[in-house]
C-alpha cells in the first residue's frame, strides 16, 4: 500500500488547516488511520488516530482543536487543524495500519512521506 499526504504548508498562529492522506491499493479495509509528528529535536509523536469503526483518540495537546476524520470507501484520513499554535509546527505523518487487502491478505504499519507545518507569523 501507499500513502500519499498532503494539504501542509505555512500559516499564521490562530490559523487552519487540513491535512489529507490517501491509501492506495488493492484494500479491502483499513482497521487503524492516524496522524504522528516529529518536531525538530523531538521524537515522533501520536497527533490522533481513528479506527474503521469511529473510535478516536487524540494527544492532550491537540483536543479541542484538532478533528480526525475519514472516509473508509475512499481509504483517506483527514486531519483538520484549528486554532494552530506554533509548536504544531512539525511534519505530519500519516499512518495506516492493519490493512485487510481484497486478496485477504493483510498488512501492519505503514507511513506516508510526511508533510511540513509550519505555524508562524
Known amino acids: 500500500v501507499q500513502l500519499q499526504a498532503s494539504g501542509g504548508g505555512l500559516v499564521q498562529p490562530g490559523g487552519s488547516l487540513r491535512l489529507s492522506c490517501a491509501a492506495s491499493g488493492s484494500i479491502f479495509t483499513i482497521n487503524n488511520m492516524g496522524w504522528c509528528r516529529q518536531a525538530p529535536g523531538k521524537q515522533r509523536e501520536l497527533v490522533a488516530g481513528r479506527t474503521f469503526g469511529g473510535i478516536t483518540n487524540y494527544a492532550d495537546s491537540v483536543k479541542g482543536r484538532f478533528t480526525i476524520s475519514r472516509d473508509n470507501a475512499k481509504n483517506t484520513v483527514y486531519l483538520q487543524m484549528n486554532n494552530l499554535k506554533p509548536e504544531d509546527t512539525a511534519v505530519y505523518y500519516c499512518?495506516?495500519?492493519?490493512?485487510?487487502?481484497?486478496?485477504?491478505?493483510?498488512?501492519?504499519?505503514?507511513w506516508g512521506q510526511g508533510t511540513q507545518v509550519t505555524v508562524s507569523s
Open positions: 499512518n495506516a495500519d492493519g490493512i485487510l487487502y481484497s486478496d485477504y491478505t493483510r498488512g501492519y504499519d505503514y
